[in-house]
C-alpha cells in the first residue's frame, strides 16, 4: 500500500515538473478551467433569482454539490487520469510496458498521467464553499469527500473502461457514463424519478459521489450513510481491480518496442 501512494505522488511530481517547464501554459489551463466552471454561477444565480429552492436545495446547497463534483472529478484526473485512456492502450496494443514494470499493473497506468487543469477543479471546488458561505469545518471535510468522491469516479471508469478488453472501442460506453455522472452529480438529487436515482446509486454512482456526503456530512450528520460511503468506496475499488485482472488476461500484446519517459 505505501509503495503504491509512493508511486502515485512520484507520477504526480513527474506529470507536474514536465508541464511546469512551460509555466505560462501551466497557469493558463488551471485558470481557464476555473473560469469554464465559474460561468455556471451566472446559471444559478438567475434561477434562484426566480424560485427560493428547487426540492430542498437552495442556492449555497446547490453550490456545495457544484464544488464537490468539480473536487472528485479533479481528484481523479489529477491523480489517475490513465483510467480514461485504458480502453486506448488496450486497443492500440500498448499494456506491454507496463506488463514488465514491477509494479501494480493498474495503479501503474492511471497514475502514470495527469490533467493539470484538475488543479483548477480542485482549486474550485473550494471557493464553491466560499460561496456557499461554508462552516470552517467543511474545508477540511471537504479533503477526505473529494479524495472519496475521486476514487469512487475512477474505479467506474476502469470498470466500464474494460469493456474494451472484450470488444472492440469499448470505451465509448466509459465516456458515456463518465458524461452521466458529471451531469446528474450538478443537480439536486429531488428533480430526478425513483429511476434515475437507482442509478445514480448503482450504474452512475454520484448518489454515492456527492450527494451523499452533502446530505449525511455536511447538511446532518448520520455516520449509517457515512459507513455505507465507505464501504461502497472499498466495494468499487475492488470490483475495479477485479475486472480489470480479469479482462487483462484477454489482452493481446502488439509486440510494439517501446520505452516511457
Given at each position: 500500500m505505501a509503495g503504491n501512494i509512493s508511486l502515485i505522488f512520484k507520477y504526480l511530481k513527474l506529470n507536474i515538473t514536465k508541464v511546469m517547464q512551460y509555466?505560462?501554459?501551466?497557469?493558463?489551463?488551471?485558470?481557464?478551467?476555473?473560469?469554464?466552471?465559474?460561468?455556471?454561477?451566472?446559471?444559478?444565480?438567475?434561477?434562484?433569482?426566480?424560485?427560493?429552492?428547487?426540492?430542498?436545495?437552495?442556492?449555497?446547497?446547490?453550490?456545495?454539490?457544484?464544488?464537490?463534483?468539480?473536487?472528485?472529478?479533479?481528484?481523479?484526473?489529477?491523480?489517475?487520469?490513465?483510467?480514461?485512456?485504458?480502453?486506448?492502450?488496450?486497443?492500440?496494443?500498448?499494456?506491454?510496458?507496463?506488463?514488465?514494470?514491477?509494479?501494480?499493473?493498474?495503479?501503474?497506468?492511471?497514475s502514470s498521467s495527469s490533467s493539470i487543469s484538475a488543479i483548477g477543479d480542485i482549486i474550485y471546488c473550494f471557493l464553491m464553499l466560499i460561496i456557499a458561505k461554508a462552516a470552517w469545518w467543511w474545508y477540511l471535510a471537504a479533503i477526505p469527500i473529494i479524495i472519496i468522491g475521486g476514487l469512487i469516479y475512477t474505479s467506474i471508469i476502469v470498470c466500464f473502461q474494460t469493456i474494451s478488453f472484450y470488444a472492440k472501442q469499448g470505451n465509448s460506453v466509459a465516456d458515456i457514463i463518465s458524461t452521466g455522472i458529471i451531469n446528474f452529480a450538478n443537480y439536486p438529487i429531488g428533480i430526478f424519478n425513483d429511476f434515475i436515482k437507482f442509478l445514480m446509486f448503482t450504474i452512475i454512482p454520484c448518489g454515492f459521489m456527492v450527494f451523499v456526503p452533502v446530505q449525511y456530512i455536511f447538511l446532518s450528520f448520520n455516520i449509517y450513510w457515512v459507513l455505507g460511503l465507505i464501504a461502497f468506496t472499498i466495494f468499487v475499488m475492488f470490483l475495479a481491480f477485479f475486472l480489470f485482472n480479469r479482462g487483462l488476461k484477454k489482452y493481446s500484446s502488439s509486440n510494439l518496442m517501446t520505452g516511457r519517459l
Open positions: 509555466k505560462t501554459s501551466f497557469i493558463m489551463q488551471i485558470v481557464m478551467m476555473i473560469l469554464n466552471n465559474a460561468f455556471f454561477i451566472f446559471q444559478w444565480i438567475v434561477i434562484f433569482n426566480i424560485t427560493d429552492s428547487i426540492n430542498g436545495y437552495g442556492f449555497n446547497e446547490v453550490m456545495l454539490l457544484w464544488g464537490l463534483t468539480a473536487g472528485s472529478y479533479g481528484v481523479a484526473h489529477l491523480f489517475f487520469n490513465g483510467a480514461f485512456s485504458i480502453g486506448d492502450l488496450v486497443y492500440e496494443g500498448k499494456i506491454d510496458v507496463y506488463l514488465t514494470q514491477p509494479k501494480n499493473v493498474l495503479i501503474n497506468i492511471c
